[in-house]
């Protein structure tokens, strides 16, 4: 009888012990020197910032734009983004296609844009890098943030020196 009182009593004890232990340790968990967040909740449309634009087509209205947009696939991402082609300068130019709305994906890195367009081919959806950088003057989300940072700290949510003027 004490044996077996004794092998609960230690069991008790073990336990306790640990839940301690781990109680301590997960109060200890290191500050992070920056919070970061992924996707349009940052709303970051990199204004003024000369980024790489991967397009899925242009079409005259934003109603056509956004029908077209539901047909594409991207597994469960986010694919394209529907946005005036006037919200990038040096745009219209480049694509050589008439129309005021557009399905773009924005990208501060070549890295991102290649792997967003072999991500679309996967998929089987059209996706054009254009040759030169456009400018961003603002306006609606066009998937900044999407990219991993350079660093290797996570998505990448600010300039890198190519999209700067």
């Given at each position: 009888?004490?044996?077996?009182?004794?092998?609960?009593?230690?069991?008790?004890?073990?336990?306790?012990?640990?839940?301690?232990?781990?109680?301590?340790?997960?109060g200890k968990a290191p500050v992070r020197g920056r919070v970061r967040s992924v996707g349009p909740a940052a709303l970051d449309n990199g204004a003024g910032e000369l980024l790489i634009a991967v397009v899925?087509?242009?079409?005259?209205?934003?109603?056509?734009?956004?029908?077209?947009?539901?047909?594409?696939?991207?597994?469960?991402?986010?694919?394209?983004?529907?946005?005036?082609?006037?919200?990038?300068?040096?745009?219209?130019?480049?694509?050589?296609?008439?129309?005021?709305?557009?399905?773009?994906?924005?990208?501060?890195?070549?890295?991102?844009?290649?792997?967003?367009?072999?991500?679309?081919?996967?998929?089987?959806?059209?996706?054009?890098?254009?040759?030169?950088?456009?400018?961003?003057?603002?306006?609606?989300?066009?998937?900044?943030?999407?990219?991993?940072?350079?660093?290797?700290?996570?998505?990448?949510?600010?300039?890198?020196?190519?999209?700067?003027?």
């Amino acid at each position: 009888m004490k044996r077996r009182q004794a092998i609960v009593a230690g069991l008790v004890v073990g336990v306790l012990a640990s839940a301690g232990v781990m109680a301590a340790a997960a109060g200890k968990a290191p500050v992070r020197g920056r919070v970061r967040s992924v996707g349009p909740a940052a709303l970051d449309n990199g204004a003024g910032e000369l980024l790489i634009a991967v397009v899925g087509g242009v079409f005259p209205s934003r109603q056509e734009a956004e029908a077209a947009n539901e047909t594409l696939v991207f597994g469960d991402l986010q694919g394209y983004f529907v946005v005036p082609v006037a919200q990038f300068q040096g745009f219209r130019q480049q694509v050589g296609e008439p129309g005021d709305f557009a399905l773009v994906s924005a990208f501060r890195t070549e890295e991102g844009a290649l792997a967003f367009a072999d991500l679309a081919a996967t998929f089987g959806n059209a996706a054009t890098i254009l040759p030169e950088r456009v400018r961003s003057l603002g306006g609606l989300y066009a998937g900044l943030g999407q990219e991993a940072d350079p660093d290797g700290t996570g998505p990448l949510l600010g300039p890198v020196a190519e999209s700067l003027p």
